[in-house]
């Protein structure tokens, strides 16, 4: 299988900040890496899939990067409703691996 | 609109089997893979497996392979997630997805609401 790692494993942030979450593959999966946004209680959300493509109805200030083993998720201007767990996933091979998650909460 | 609804909660003995559902409308049920997924509490999420209700098709992690069953039943446009002999670790909350396609990427872009199965004794 292939293994995904993220960082930090939380963070804290203020509304308005910039906030960047890394995600590691253990080898190369290209661009096939998918981020989903998980509040408590609820199942996740799909928010950008392929590495940069934003899902329909997801707020522009989320975007992603990355090629290879190495990507990244921003959210830029952090909003009160961003407060919750992401997680990467990985495409490119099944099982279609998720990262462990971070967890953003308020500062 | 696409929804998938998942049955409701179960609790079971260990030992005893289960049979958990998801139900998708709002989109051809037979065009899309269905994904299942496990969140034990507190943790992460575990892709578990895969099946194309058009075919029965699936792939199963191998961490979940042997441990639960899929099948579909295309008539009522049912997935479902099956154990023979729960154990108290199965205990956790199951999430159903379907699996849609932009080219050769695959994502989970719609969720069941999920379904906790506790194992206790």
């Known amino acids: 299988d292939i293994q995904m790692t993220q960082s930090p494993s939380s963070l804290s942030a203020s509304i308005g900040d910039r906030v960047t979450i890394t995600c590691r593959a253990s080898q190369s999966i290209s661009k096939y890496v998918n981020w989903y946004q998980q509040k408590p209680g609820k199942a996740p959300q799909l928010l950008i899939y392929?590495?940069?493509s934003l899902q329909s109805g997801v707020p522009s200030r989320f975007s992603g990067s990355g090629s290879g083993t190495d990507f990244t998720l921003t959210i830029t201007s952090l909003q009160p409703a961003d407060f919750a767990t992401y997680y990467c996933q990985q495409s490119y091979t099944t099982p279609d691996t998720f990262g462990p998650g971070t967890k953003v909460d308020i500062k | 609109e696409v929804q998938l609804v998942q049955s409701g909660a179960e609790v079971r003995k260990p030992g005893e089997s289960l049979k958990i559902s998801c139900h998708g409308s709002?989109?051809?049920?037979?065009?899309?893979?269905i994904g299942w997924v496990r969140q034990m509490a507190g943790k992460g999420l575990e892709w578990m497996a895969i099946?194309?209700?058009?075919?029965?098709?699936?792939r199963s992690s191998p961490s979940f392979q042997g441990q639960v069953t899929m099948s579909a039943d295309q008539s009522i446009s049912t997935a479902y997630l099956q154990w023979s002999s729960l154990k108290a670790s199965d205990t956790a909350m199951y999430y159903c997805?379907?699996?849609?396609?932009?080219?050769?990427?695959?994502?989970?872009?719609?969720w069941g609401q999920g379904t906790l199965v506790t194992v206790s004794s």
């Open positions: 997805a379907r699996r849609s396609r932009d080219g050769s990427y695959y994502y989970f872009d719609y």
């Open positions: 709002g989109y051809s049920f037979t065009n899309y893979w």
């Open positions: 392929a590495t940069s």
């Open positions: 099946i194309h209700p058009g075919d029965s098709d699936t």
